[in-house]
């Protein structure tokens, strides 16, 4: 929670809270500081009035509790005060250690028989080891407590049984201990689930922006992948087109004439089409009616409109399909037309210009079957085990229904790509 949360509650919350941090922060970069306040303040509070003589006479209890134990000398009274207060400079760095020295020196003291005020230090240590010490030292510590209390309470007993009950300063000792003890575990607790909910923020922040990184990285390789097979296939086409007009031209000028129609045809569809990918890619800035005029993506209608581009390039291409094609939905139709425009154009790129060309489309119950058989060469041109981005295409937009892609020589002569898709429902699907 920040300040900026904590601003409605209150200006005196808020400013707590500033207050706080501005005090956290400054323990981080000097944090002996605030161990030395302490000691400061246990001296100032609890040791000079022991030394100055002055809080303990005042009122006849107090005078004849102390009258009951040791009067110890001023240099005496000052070392045992410096062994049990200074060791909380490292109550915070090591607690056990700083406990373990001040449970020594109380013992000592009470073993000479003196009362000091200086004795809170061991209640402080207890808390700061309960605070910031390992959780396993816990016992070790109490048990020394309670030993170090029933010492206190056996003093009391001797020496002033008739000013203080010993049940009453038994209880009031090891409830003393018990608050230091349990207000440190809480504190603890406290700052251990304040730690949870920022790390568990910060790894949210983590995921959000890695989640944000890969639905970009998805998208661009789904544009990546269209603008391949948009570009590729009608650009092979142009080029098929344009070296048979070339060829053309001077015996059959008609021809020629033709091919360079088809070329603008194609040339159009391709730009039309790229213009659709790249429309849905830029932000709109004047709401739905500025946005791009986009067209419908190409499905299983049109597989032959883009037969017959070609077979105007030169091969013969023989389609047929099977199966309750037209009840699939858009998605699977794009991925069939892009990947027998894929298979298509390798057809075309490697192929002789007699080839012919063999495409079925089957549905049969769950499960979608494209098969491109041509009669060209069975070896593709290119470096060896080295696939094209094509078939990687192909084979990424099959897996996401699914479906596997298998390309390579036929026993006859010539390639075939096939590729089955599951049409199964997915859970998430209604």
Same mark, same amino acid.
């Given at each position: 929670?920040?300040?900026?949360?904590?601003?409605?509650?209150?200006?005196?919350?808020?400013?707590?809270?500033?207050?706080?941090?501005?005090?956290?922060?400054?323990?981080?970069?000097?944090?002996?500081?605030?161990?030395?306040?302490?000691?400061?303040?246990?001296?100032?509070?609890?040791?000079?009035?022991?030394?100055?003589?002055?809080?303990?006479?005042?009122?006849?209890?107090?005078?004849?509790?102390?009258?009951?134990?040791?009067?110890?000398?001023?240099?005496?009274?000052?070392?045992?005060?410096?062994? $049990?207060? &200074?060791?909380?400079?490292? +109550?915070?760095?090591?607690?056990? *250690? %700083?406990?373990?020295?001040? =449970? @020594?020196?109380? /013992?000592?003291?009470?073993?000479?028989?003196?009362?000091?005020?200086?004795?809170?230090?061991?209640?402080?240590?207890?808390?700061? $080891?309960? &605070?910031?010490?390992?959780? +396993?030292?816990?016992?070790?510590? *109490? %048990?020394?407590?309670?030993? =170090? @209390?029933?010492? /206190?309470?056996?003093?009391?007993?001797?020496?002033?049984?008739?000013?203080?009950?010993?049940?009453?300063?038994?209880?009031?000792? $090891?409830?003393?201990?018990?608050?230091?003890?349990?207000?440190?575990?809480?504190?603890?607790?406290?700052?251990?689930?304040?730690?949870?909910?920022?790390?568990?923020?910060?790894?949210?922040?983590?995921?959000?922006?890695?989640?944000?990184?890969?639905?970009?990285?998805?998208?661009?390789?789904?544009?990546?992948?269209?603008?391949?097979?948009?570009?590729?296939?009608?650009?092979?086409?142009?080029?098929?087109?344009?070296?048979?007009?070339?060829?053309?031209?001077?015996?059959?000028?008609?021809?020629?004439?033709?091919?360079?129609?088809?070329?603008?045809?194609?040339?159009?569809?391709?730009?039309?089409?790229?213009?659709?990918?790249?429309?849905?890619?830029?932000?709109?800035?004047?709401?739905?009616?500025?946005?791009?005029?986009?067209?419908?993506?190409?499905?299983?209608?049109?597989?032959?409109?883009?037969?017959?581009?070609?077979?105007?390039?030169?091969?013969?291409?023989?389609?047929?399909?099977?199966?309750?094609?037209?009840?699939?939905?858009?998605?699977?139709?794009?991925?069939?037309?892009?990947?027998?425009?894929?298979?298509?154009?390798?057809?075309?790129?490697?192929?002789?210009?007699?080839?012919?060309?063999?495409?079925?489309?089957?549905?049969?119950?769950?499960?979608?079957?494209?098969?491109?058989?041509?009669?060209?060469?069975?070896?593709?041109?290119?470096?060896?085990?080295?696939?094209?981005?094509?078939?990687?295409?192909?084979?990424?937009?099959?897996?996401?229904?699914?479906?596997?892609?298998?390309?390579?020589?036929?026993?006859?002569?010539?390639?075939?790509?096939?590729?089955?898709?599951?049409?199964?429902?997915?859970?998430?699907?209604?």
């Amino acid at each position: 929670m920040t300040t900026d949360d904590l601003s409605g509650m209150g200006p005196l919350v808020a400013r707590l809270s500033r207050g706080g941090q501005r005090l956290r922060q400054a323990d981080r970069t000097h944090p002996w500081v605030l161990d030395t306040v302490v000691v400061v303040l246990v001296f100032g509070m609890f040791c000079l009035p022991d030394l100055l003589r002055g809080g303990v006479d005042d009122g006849d209890g107090p005078r004849r509790f102390r009258l009951a134990f040791t009067e110890l000398s001023v240099a005496g009274m000052l070392a045992l005060q410096a062994g $049990l207060v &200074l060791p909380l400079l490292w +109550r915070r760095r090591k607690p056990m *250690a %700083a406990f373990g020295v001040i =449970a @020594m020196v109380f /013992v000592v003291q009470w073993s000479l028989g003196a009362a000091l005020r200086a004795d809170v230090a061991l209640f402080v240590a207890l808390y700061s $080891l309960a &605070l910031h010490g390992r959780l +396993r030292q816990l016992p070790w510590a *109490a %048990a020394v407590m309670a030993g =170090a @209390m029933l010492l /206190v309470a056996v003093a009391v007993a001797v020496r002033a049984s008739a000013v203080v009950s010993v049940w009453d300063a038994l209880f009031f000792l $090891l409830s003393t201990a018990t608050a230091a003890l349990a207000l440190g575990l809480v504190i603890r607790i406290r700052r251990a689930q304040l730690a949870g909910l920022r790390e568990r923020a910060a790894r949210l922040e983590i995921e959000r922006d890695q989640r944000s990184r890969l639905a970009t990285a998805t998208e661009r390789t789904r544009v990546a992948r269209e603008m391949h097979d948009i570009v590729g296939h009608n650009l092979s086409v142009i080029i098929t087109l344009a070296y048979a007009g070339a060829y053309a031209g001077d015996i059959a000028p008609e021809r020629g004439k033709e091919a360079l129609r088809l070329i603008g045809d194609t040339g159009r569809q391709a730009l039309g089409e790229l213009r659709r990918v790249l429309g849905v890619l830029r932000e709109a800035e004047d709401g739905p009616a500025g946005g791009p005029e986009l067209s419908p993506q190409p499905g299983i209608a049109d597989i032959g409109a883009l037969c017959a581009t070609v077979r105007a390039a030169g091969l013969e291409v023989v389609y047929r399909t099977s199966g309750d094609i037209e009840a699939l939905d858009g998605g699977v139709q794009l991925t069939v037309y892009r990947i027998v425009q894929e298979a298509l154009t390798n057809t075309m790129k490697h192929a002789a210009g007699d080839a012919q060309v063999h495409l079925a489309v089957a549905v049969t119950d769950t499960r979608l079957t494209i098969r491109v058989q041509d009669t060209g060469p069975a070896t593709l041109s290119g470096p060896p085990n080295e696939e094209g981005h094509g078939l990687v295409g192909m084979r990424e937009r099959a897996a996401l229904y699914g479906g596997t892609v298998s390309a390579g020589p036929t026993g006859g002569g010539g390639w075939s790509v096939e590729a089955v898709l599951d049409l199964t429902p997915r859970g998430g699907d209604r």
